[in-house]
C-alpha cells in the first residue's frame, strides 16, 4: 500500500481499504482456483527487491494496471472493456480507482470471472461487470478498451472492431488503452496515430524500464 499510496496519494479510505484486501483475497481464491501463478500471487502489488531481505511483491497486477491512470484520468461516466481480463487485471484496480466509471470484464475462462465476481462482492466494488466470452461476441461500445498485452496489436484491433463509443468525453480519443513491454517499432509501424507512454516516466521501480501503455485511437464504426 506504501508504493500505491506514493504514486496516489489522493485515494479515499474506501479505496484504500479496497486496494488492501486484494492480496488476501485474491490468495483464498487461489488456493481454490489457480487464476494467478503462485510466483506472481505472493508478489500481486510489486516486485522491488532493495535486499535479499525484503520480500518481494510484484507491480505485474496492481500497480502495472494502475499505469493505464498515469496516462488516462477517465471522467465520470466514461466506459471501459477489460479484454482477456484473467485474474481482473487492469479491470479491477482501475474500478477501484474510477468508481463512477462503468468497467466490463471479459473472458473466455469461466472460473477466473468467478473469482472477480466474488472479490468484487467481497470489497463491495459496484461498478464491475464480467461476460464469460470472446470479446468478438461483445455487442457493446465503450470509450476505452483496456487490455495486458494479450495478443500483437493488429490481432487485438480485430477482436474489438465496432466497439468504439462514437461520443468523446476524455482528454484522449476514444480507443485502445494497452499495458505493453519490449520493442514495439516493428508491431505498431503501421499504425499513424498511436502513441507510447512509458512508464519509467511515472513510476521509478526498475520493473517498469521497458513497460509502456500504448494509446491507439480508433473511430467509431457502425
Known sequence: MELILKYFPDLTEIQIQQFEALEELYKDWNSKINVISRK??????????ASSLIPSINLKHVLHSLGIAKVMNFTDGSSILDVGTGGGFPGVPLAILYP????HLVDSINK????????????ELTNVKTTHSRVEAIDETFDF????????????TTW???KIARTQKNELKNGILYLKGGDLTEELKQYKTVKAFLLSDYFEEPFFETKKVIHLPLKYKV
Do not use: W
Not at 477466473?112 to 470489497?123: G, S
Open 112 to 123: 477466473k470471472l468467478k473469482v472477480i465476481n466474488a472479490v468484487c462482492e467481497a470489497i
Open 160 to 162: 474489438v472492431k465496432g
Open 40 to 49: 506472481d500471487i505472493d508478489e500481486l502489488y510489486l516486485k522491488h527487491i
Open 145 to 156: 478498451i483496456v487490455s495486458r498485452a494479450v495478443t500483437t496489436m493488429p490481432e487485438f
Open 100 to 103: 463512477q466509471c462503468q468497467f
